[in-house]
């Protein structure tokens, strides 16, 4: 059964400051990787998607990796900012219908 | 704008009265999809959708009911509802061979079941 671990669970850093998000799974057998951002009582937002044929994906300031043979994903934020305060959530599909999810990281990003 | 959006946001209901969350898209997707998050436990699947009329089960389904006769809508039922199904509920869609199953979400349904 594929499982999803995120580490750490929280994160506090101070405005500038590059950081790195780790995304774990255990079953390389991935359709694609998507890394969200949850703000407070709100909905996901896509981040970034990997395909499984992929090694990483950009976005502006964002930078996700993927490396299947070692069932990890790291998502690279640059110079961070305190807008980037939220929880980021990777979550994988399979060849199910389904995503599964890791339970998150909260980072604060202090000005 | 491309949107899945629900209603209603917030709910405060009790025990055993029906309810239903709506959930629409206007992306013509053909798949669609109900999360529950729970504190510790995650996203978690309810029931998903790959077309209309066709629905089945994810990890949690008990105690939910869907239906899929329209394309863009794809309501989650509680028939009696329960303290332990409090929780934030998400739908989600996508199509099968755009932009590699690209998940979008709707902004959630907090429901509360005293």
């Known amino acids: 059964k594929q499982e999803v671990t995120q580490i750490p669970a929280a994160l506090s850093v101070p405005e500038g400051e590059n950081l790195v998000l780790n995304c774990s799974f255990t079953?390389?057998?991935?359709?694609?990787l998507q890394w969200f951002r949850q703000d407070p009582g709100k909905g996901l937002t896509s981040l970034l998607l990997?395909?499984?044929?992929?090694r990483e994906q950009t976005s502006g300031r964002l930078n996700a990796s993927l490396d299947k043979s070692s069932g990890r994903s790291t998502l690279y934020i640059a110079a961070s900012q305190p807008g980037d305060s939220a929880t980021y959530l990777c979550?994988?599909?399979?060849?199910?219908?389904?995503?599964?999810f890791g339970s998150g990281t909260r980072l604060l990003v202090r000005p | 704008e491309a949107q899945v959006t629900q209603n209603p946001r917030y709910l405060i209901t009790v025990t055993g009265k029906k309810l239903t969350v709506t959930c629409s898209q206007n992306m013509n997707h053909e798949y669609m999809s109900w999360y529950r998050q729970d504190p510790g436990l995650g996203l978690r699947q309810i029931y998903y959708?790959?077309?209309?009329?066709?629905?089945d089960k994810g990890d949690v389904p008990e105690g939910y009911k869907v239906s899929r006769k329209e394309k863009r809508n794809f309501p989650l039922i509680l028939e009696s509802p329960s303290p332990n199904q409090t929780s934030l509920y998400f739908c989600?869609?996508?199509?099968?061979?755009?932009?590699?199953?690209?998940?979008?979400f709707g902004p959630g349904t907090r429901l509360t079941v005293t």
């Open positions: 959708s790959m077309n209309v009329e066709v629905t």
């Open positions: 990997i395909q499984s044929s992929q």
């Open positions: 979550a994988l599909k399979d060849s199910s219908y389904k995503l599964i």
């Open positions: 989600a869609s996508s199509q099968p061979g755009q932009k590699y199953y690209e998940q979008y």
């Open positions: 079953d390389s057998a991935i359709y694609n």
